[in-house]
């Protein structure tokens, strides 16, 4: 294991994550600094090699390639997350794979109007439900009532 890229990514993800925020309240579309950050976090984790720390990294990379409707990457972030999570065992990475794939189904319906995509984002939040509720990940339950909300409303 690379420790020191590992920091480095770690690094990178903290600042990385907070542009995303910022960028998202600010409402101004702007995700240069954010996508900047969260790439290197993804590039030095990955180098890294540390397994239990790279879902973490495609995770967040995947929320903001949604949020720049970037969707075929953000699925293939997502995709490659949930497979070392389950692989792993990572439950609470998983969960949380789960749930990003559905908010990407809902808005890949919202950009595109394809309701196959609504029902795949019900589908998924259904997975993350029953997930969530067995393994008792109740820090979760406020991000399911938001899918509720959205796909159900």
Known sequence: FNYDAMNTGSEYLSLGRAHLVYAVLANRGDFSRAAELLEA??????ASNMQDEIP???F?????RRHMRDFPAA????????????RGEMRLYE???????ARL???EN?????????A????LRSQARQLVEAIHYHRRLPDLEILDRAVDG
């Open 105 to 107: 189904a809902y808005d």
């Open 120 to 123: 795949r984002a019900r589908e």
């Open 56 to 58: 973490r990294a495609l």
């Open 75 to 86: 699925h293939a972030d997502l995709n490659q997350a949930l497979a070392i999570a389950v």
């Open 41 to 46: 976090a993804a590039s030095y984790v990955l």
């Open 95 to 101: 969960a949380d794979c789960l749930l990003e794939q």
């Open 110 to 118: 919202l950009h595109t109007g394809d309701g196959r995509k609504l």
């Open 60 to 64: 967040h990379r995947a929320r903001l």
